[in-house]
């Protein structure tokens, strides 16, 4: 089985994080790929992140009706704040026979030394980071400088002595960011091609519970 894995706070998922997991199943040609929401997010801590289960359920409906594509719950058996790390170890551990291919944005692979542990997730899993190809000589070095054991199989892809690989991907680029959702939910805008259409029905459906986190709504 080959399996992608996209993590993130999504709160809430967006169109962003359902195309970028479409264009990775597609290109890869995956069995799959998971959106696992962070029960803990250790980079987001403020009062703002929605409870796991309504971050959950936002997922399934993102993804709902689209092939391939599944919410993986995984972080909200695991106490404490969620480390990469450890969640793709848990993968290691239920499914040791699975391709894990770890989902990311070339910004956050460049951090990826800030993390903890980072340097070991390509042990763990392939990257496969997700970009245009201006971003290709900042990664090409980040690679060399941090893996130099790594060796080129083709433009834009390395190969680890493990056997996993590094691999730029190029796709269609959707800058949406979660804030950008927050602040115009508030303000009551229309959300529509921001965030599925179950999405958008979800926070309406939830929204007095989801004012409790992101603040009070513009009144009508």
Known sequence: MK????????????????????EVLEQLGLDRVELLPASRPPHKQGQDILPFELRMDLV???????????????????PGPSFTCDTLTCYRTKAPDNELHFILGAST???LHNWRRGIEIPALASLVVVNRWEAADAVAGFVAEH??????????????????TIRLLDTPRLDIKGGHIRS?????????LLVPDGVRDLLEERAEEIESYWGERKKV
């Open 184 to 192: 115009r939910w508030l303000d009551r805008r229309n959300l529509s």
């Open 109 to 111: 692979f460049l951090e």
């Open 147 to 164: 893996w130099p054991e790594s060796e080129a199989e083709a433009e834009g892809v390395w190969r680890l002595p493990e056997g996993n």
């Open 3 to 22: 399996t992608g894995i996209l993590g993130g706070s999504f709160n809430p998922v967006h169109t962003g994080h359902v195309r970028m997991a479409v």
């Open 60 to 78: 399934r409906r993102a993804i709902a009706d689209i092939p391939g594509l599944g919410a993986n719950p995984l972080e909200a058996e695991r």
